[in-house]
C-alpha cells in the first residue's frame, strides 16, 4: 500500500512560481507540499542571467508579454509587481545592481534569488519533496489524489506550476499540459521562444568565421515588432539580446530585417566622406562603424561594392544604404528547446481565471507560471510574471 499524504495545498514544480505559490500560501496558515522531479528546488534560476539571475525589470508593464489575451496578466501584475519582490529581496539583504532597460541582476549568484524563496518557503512552514515523478492525477470528493513514484497526496488546492519544454537537460517535461488535457483544457500549441537562430548552410559559410562578434542593431519581424539591442554571430547562427526578442515573433519561413547602423544615416555619412575623404576604399570607411571582418564578407560575397567612396554612383548609394539598414536574413530555424529560455503557448489562458489562476472547468485545480501561455519579454519579464502568478494563486488556494 503506497503511503499517503494529505496536504491543503499540493504544488507541482519547485521553479520560481510555484515556490512563490507555496510561501504566499503557507503565510496563509495553509499546509502545502512542493513537489518536484529533480534533485534541487530553483534549478532553472541558478542558470538564469549567466548564474545571476535577472530576477526582475524595473519597467515591467502588462505590454511586454505575449499572450492570446492580452489582457490576462493584468490583474496579477498590477497585485504583485516588480517593487514587491525588490522589496522582498532586500529584505533578505541580497545585494543587486542594476543593468540596461530596468534589468536586476543579482552581484553574487542566482544562488541568493533561490535561498530567499527557500527561507520564505520554511518560514511559511512549506514541505518540499524532490525526485518526485507524477504518475497519475485524479479529483475525487475532497479534492485531488496525485500519485507518484514515492507516494500519494491528497490534497484540497493543486497547483500546476511546472514549467514549459524549455532545458530539457533541467528535466523539463509536458506533465503540465497533459494534466490540462485529462481535465478538458484547451493548449495551445508550443514552441521554443527567447531562442537563437540558425541559418541556412549557404549564410553559414558566408558568415563562418565571424562568430563572437556583436552588433548594435535595431530588428524587426515581418509583424513589424522591432527590438534595438545586440546580435551576436555564433557557430550555427545569430544569437544576442535582439534576436533573442524577435524570436518570439518569428514564424517559420520568414525573415527579418536588420538595421545594422541604427544611430547613424548612410547616405548622410557618405556625403561627407566624400568631402574630405573620397579617396579613401568604401570598406575602410564602413570598419570605423561596423566590424571590419564583417563588412570584408559582405565585400567577398559581392553584397557590398569594393570601391573607394569617390568610385560610388548615385544607384549604388542609395542601393548600399537599403542594405545596410534594412539588411535582411531568412533563418533556417531555431536551435530549440535545449537553447530557449522560454516556451511560447501552452495552457490557454481563457481557461483560467486571470485573479486566482484556478481553472474554470476544474474546481481547485490551478496553473501558473510558463506553462501557461505567457511569454514575457527577454530582460527578468518572464520571472516577474512567475513571481505575480505564484503569489496571486498563492492568496487563493
Known amino acids: ?15 520560481a512560481a510555484g515556490l512563490m505559490c507555496a510561501a504566499s500560501a503557507g503565510y496563509r496558515g495553509r499546509s502545502v507540499t512542493v513537489i518536484d522531479m529533480g534533485k534541487k528546488p530553483g534549478r ?27 489582457h490576462f496578466v493584468k490583474s496579477a501584475l498590477s497585485r504583485y509587481g516588480a517593487d514587491n519582490f525588490i522589496e522582498l529581496v532586500e529584505r533578505h539583504g541580497v545585494d543587486y545592481h542594476h543593468k540596461t532597460l530596468g534589468q536586476l541582476f543579482c552581484d553574487n549568484s542566482a544562488q541568493d534569488i533561490v535561498d530567499v524563496l527557500l527561507t520564505e518557503c520554511d518560514w511559511a512552514g512549506v514541505k518540499i519533496d524532490l525526485r518526485t515523478e507524477v504518475l497519475s492525477v485524479n479529483k475525487n470528493e475532497t479534492g485531488y489524489l496525485v500519485r ?13 506550476a511546472s514549467g514549459g519544454l524549455t532545458m530539457p537537460k533541467l528535466g523539463a517535461s509536458p506533465i503540465g499540459y497533459r494534466i490540462a488535457e485529462q481535465f478538458d483544457l484547451n493548449v495551445l500549441p508550443t514552441t521554443a521562444a527567447l531562442v537563437p537562430f540558425t541559418l541556412h548552410d549557404h549564410d553559414k559559410q558566408r558568415f563562418d568565421g565571424l562568430s563572437g562578434i556583436s552588433i548594435t542593431t535595431e530588428v524587426t519581424s515581418e509583424d513589424g515588432t522591432s527590438f534595438k539591442e545586440n546580435i551576436l554571430f555564433t557557430h550555427r547562427g545569430l544569437s544576442g539580446p535582439a534576436i533573442l526578442q524577435i524570436s518570439t515573433f518569428w514564424r517559420a519561413g520568414q525573415a527579418v530585417t536588420i538595421n545594422l547602423l541604427p544611430q547613424n544615416k548612410l547616405e548622410q555619412l557618405i556625403t561627407d566622406w566624400r568631402e574630405h575623404q573620397g579617396q579613401k576604399s568604401l570598406k575602410n570607411q564602413l570598419a570605423t562603424l561596423l566590424p571590419k571582418r564583417f563588412i570584408e564578407s559582405l565585400i567577398k560575397s559581392g553584397d557590398i561594392p569594393d570601391k573607394s567612396i569617390n568610385q560610388l554612383s548615385h544607384a549604388e548609394i542609395t542601393s548600399l544604404s537599403n542594405y545596410i539598414h534594412a539588411w535582411q536574413i531568412k533563418p533556417n530555424g531555431t536551435e530549440g528547446y535545449r ?14 481565471s486571470s485573479k486566482t489562476f484556478e481553472a474554470k472547468k476544474a474546481q481547485g485545480l490551478y496553473f501558473i507560471g510558463e506553462v501557461t501561455d505567457v511569454v514575457g519579454w527577454l ?11 505564484g503569489w496571486a494563486c498563492g492568496q487563493a488556494v
Open 148 to 160: 507518484t513514484n514515492l507516494k500519494s497526496y491528497q490534497c484540497s488546492s493543486l497547483v500546476v
Open 339 to 352: 537553447t530557449a529560455e522560454v516556451t511560447l503557448g501552452g495552457v490557454d489562458t481563457d481557461e483560467l
Open 1 to 15: 500500500m503506497t503511503q499517503l499524504t494529505t496536504t491543503d495545498v499540493l504544488i507541482i514544480g519547485a521553479g
Open 44 to 70: 532553472k534560476i541558478l542558470i538564469s542571467g549567466g548564474g545571476r539571475c535577472n530576477f526582475t525589470n524595473q519597467n515591467t508593464q502588462p505590454t511586454n508579454y505575449i499572450c492570446q489575451n492580452p
Open 379 to 389: 530582460g527578468g519579464y518572464n520571472f516577474q510574471f512567475a513571481w505575480a502568478s
